[in-house]
């Protein structure tokens, strides 16, 4: 079974970046798509990107694109999400995921992750 660790949160100012990274294990992970998720309280949670086995194709939600940038190291079974210009709202935990299929697409769709992390919190302080 895989298995995803986040590390890098904690408490960052405004305006200010900060990098996640997510460890996989016991699996194929460097050919399954894989991406980043977020909750607040009281909300569900939402996609934040998402990335191809290859790293060649990625996807950013809307309201980070041009903030942050999903990357990964398949040599190493990591992903990254590098976060700049962070704003209050996106204060969160983050999750990250890894779908189960072998290079199947990138996707914002929740359900078609198979495996997720504990999640680890953000906050954007000011």
């Known amino acids: 079974q895989v298995q995803l660790v986040e590390s890098g949160g904690g408490v960052v100012q405004i305006g200010g970046s900060m990098k996640l990274a997510c460890a996989g294990s016991?699996?194929?992970?460097?050919?399954?798509?894989m991406g980043w998720f977020r909750q607040t309280p009281g909300k569900e949670r939402e996609f934040v990107a998402s990335?191809?086995?290859?790293?060649?194709?990625?996807w950013h939600r809307g309201s980070v694109e041009g903030r942050f940038t999903i990357s990964r190291d398949n040599a190493n079974n990591m992903l990254y999400l590098q976060m700049d210009n962070l704003k209050p709202e996106d204060t969160a935990v983050y999750y990250c995921?890894?779908?189960?299929?072998?290079?199947?697409?990138?996707?914002?769709?929740?359900?078609?992750?198979?495996?997720w992390g504990q999640g680890i919190q953000v906050i954007v302080s000011s």
């Open positions: 990335i191809s086995w290859s790293g060649a194709a990625t």
């Open positions: 995921a890894s779908r189960g299929e072998v290079r199947s697409d990138i996707t914002d769709r929740e359900d078609l992750y198979a495996y």
């Open positions: 016991g699996g194929t992970v460097s050919s399954y798509t």
